[in-house]
């Protein structure tokens, strides 16, 4: 089952900060996070291995909530580089590497 | 940097024709995946090899898909025959494998954008 994100959709203007979310009705047992430009493929932003751990890549960063089954992705005084779809991906298993992606978010960043 | 290779970039095709797709992964990475990724979703696992032995394909349509990574390294992804649903974007990634950490870090490559009239 796959997680789920929210908003489906966010529309910033640069320098404001936005949120997604990503949810599991199942054990978390790592997050990862990837984003996508139009016509590219997903590119690796972080992975968050145990629960309450936070990560950050340039300004974005991520928390992990093993109890709430559930991840956050932060964008921070967000650049016209962050627009694309933030995809996270979940592992079936413990020790897994088999991912179950979410629909995505779609983030746009106007001057 | 290494990049996972994939070609062809696009391929358009007829309903009922044989299609095929090429993956090159990061060198020394010995897990592959493919994924299928419909306009507007996440991607979608199809097959995942570890070296040269599948460890998942529950998802991939076995009655028209086959995927092969014969030595361990380069891999092909056949659909026999096409059908109208298989248009799509097909990735495929690779990791070094291993259980933990940045092991399971998955690079992508390009994709092939396939469209069946």
């Known amino acids: 089952q796959q ?3 929210s908003p489906q959709a966010v529309i910033l203007r640069e320098g404001e900060d936005a949120v997604i979310n990503c949810s599991s009705s199942k054990a978390l047992y790592s997050v ?4 996508q430009k139009h016509g590219e493929a997903p590119v690796f932003l972080m992975i968050l291995l145990k629960g309450g751990e936070q ?7 991520a928390s992990f909530n093993e109890k709430k089954q559930q991840s956050s992705l932060y964008l921070t005084a967000s650049q016209l580089s962050y627009s694309g779809t933030y995809f996270c991906g979940t592992p079936w298993k413990a020790a897994g590497n088999k991912l179950t992606f979410g629909g995505g978010t779609r983030v746009l960043v106007k001057p | 940097e290494a990049e996972v290779a994939q070609s062809p970039r ?16 990061i060198s020394g990475h010995a897990t592959l995946y493919w994924y299928r990724q419909i306009l507007g979703q996440g991607p979608e696992l199809l097959v995942q090899f570890q070296d040269e032995s599948v460890v998942d394909d529950s998802q991939l349509p076995k009655d028209r898909f086959s995927a092969e990574r014969l030595k361990g390294v380069d891999s092909t992804l056949k659909i026999q025959p096409a059908e109208l649903g298989d248009s799509a974007m097909y990735l495929c990634a690779s990791s070094l494998g291993g259980t933990s950490g940045r092991q399971h870090e998955q690079f992508f490559g390009p994709g092939t954008r396939l469209t069946v009239l």
């Open chain 1, 32 to 35: 990862h996070w990837y984003r």
């Open chain 1, 55 to 61: 990560k950050g890549h340039e300004k974005i960063s």
């Open chain 1, 3 to 5: 997680p789920v994100q």
């Open chain 2, 10 to 25: 696009y391929k358009i095709t007829e309903k009922s024709q044989a299609v095929a797709f090429w993956c090159d992964p």
